[in-house]
């Protein structure tokens, strides 16, 4: 794996076959219908919620019809229009799910809380920006490890668990469902810390609001050129687009959380969060495919919900 709004608001052929990215996009648009693995909680979505989560539903249903989804994998979905000031999508948002990388930020956060309150005492050196970034952008479960370890010292020393307790006492409403257990080993099979597609939004929202210490620094960190699913390699999005984000990828998942900034032809801005989980509940044993696969379904949904905005908007 190397890889809250404080309202409510990857391939290798591995022995299996490589699923082209244009073809894929272009077969999910001629089929239909039924319901998530998951029990979609709907009762807030139901009321008022825009026509993108039935279109969400749908597509996610056409994806497990074609074996691109299991039908044992169970799913997270949840976008926010903050232009419109409200959810647009919200699939199993509040359900715990394995973290994976997309915990990065959260770690990266429980630092710069403690840089906040520390009166001088904890610092944002140059050196750890340079562990953060490789975090961020590299992913790199080493440099996870070293700002865990800095948060913990300046903290209760207790290990992983001094994440959670940061995190949470400092925004407690943002951080719900999210446990931060272990560090991540070197073989980076990391499957016990958790956090919720909310959970993510929540975060995502009060990052853009700059609700949060670094707020920008943050946002600077994630928006790194990296290999992400949420517009990389997807059709409808132009290379103009921003993205803030963090994947995450084991064998037994495939995320990624972020906020896209995306302009209307007046060079109006219309940013929106996108989330996207699918976890197994045991380790995949053909990994680069079926990452690879769950990836491009991902990328789909990313599409689907870029054309919607595009046509609220007019995006470019």
């Known amino acids: ?94 359900a715990p799910r394995q973290a994976a990388s997309m915990i990065k930020p959260f770690v990266a956060q429980a630092y710069f809380f403690k840089v906040d309150d520390s009166g001088g005492r904890v610092t944002y050196s140059d050196d750890v920006r340079h562990t953060m970034e490789r975090m961020i952008r590299r992913s790199s479960n080493t440099a996870t490890n070293e700002i865990m ?93 921003r993205v803030y984000d963090k994947t995450g990828s084991t064998a037994r998942l495939c995320g990624n959380m972020g906020i896209i900034e995306a302009t209307d032809y007046r060079g109006g801005s219309h940013p929106y969060t996108f989330v996207g989980i699918i976890e197994r509940p045991s380790s995949a044993k053909h990994y680069g495919s079926w990452i690879t696969r769950r990836s491009n379904a991902i990328r789909s949904v990313s599409n689907l919900v870029y054309l919607d905005m595009k046509d609220r908007y007019g995006l470019v």
């Open 1 to 94: 794996m190397n890889d809250t709004h404080q309202t409510d608001p990857g391939a290798l052929l591995a022995g299996e076959f490589f699923v082209d990215r244009r073809r894929f996009l272009a077969a999910l648009a001629a089929s239909s219908a039924g319901i998530l693995l998951g029990t979609p909680s709907f009762a807030s979505a139901a009321r008022g919620r825009s026509s993108l989560q039935r279109q969400v539903v749908d597509l996610v249903t056409r994806l497990r019809d074609q074996g691109i989804i299991g039908s044992d994998e169970r799913t997270s979905w949840c976008v926010y229009d903050f232009s419109a000031r409200k959810k647009l999508v919200s699939i199993n948002e509040d």
């Open 149 to 241: 370890d800095l948060v913990s010292r300046n903290h209760g020393r207790r290990g992983p668990s001094d994440v959670e307790d940061v995190l949470k006492s400092h925004a407690p409403t943002i951080f719900q469902q999210t446990r931060v257990v272990e560090t991540i080993p070197s073989n980076g099979r990391t499957y016990r810390n958790q956090a919720s597609a909310h959970d993510y939004s929540r975060f995502l929202y009060a990052l853009w609001q700059n609700s949060l210490p670094y707020s920008a620094e943050l946002r600077s960190l994630m928006a790194m050129p990296n290999h992400d699913r949420i517009s990389e390699g997807v059709d409808a999005i132009p290379d103009s687009v």
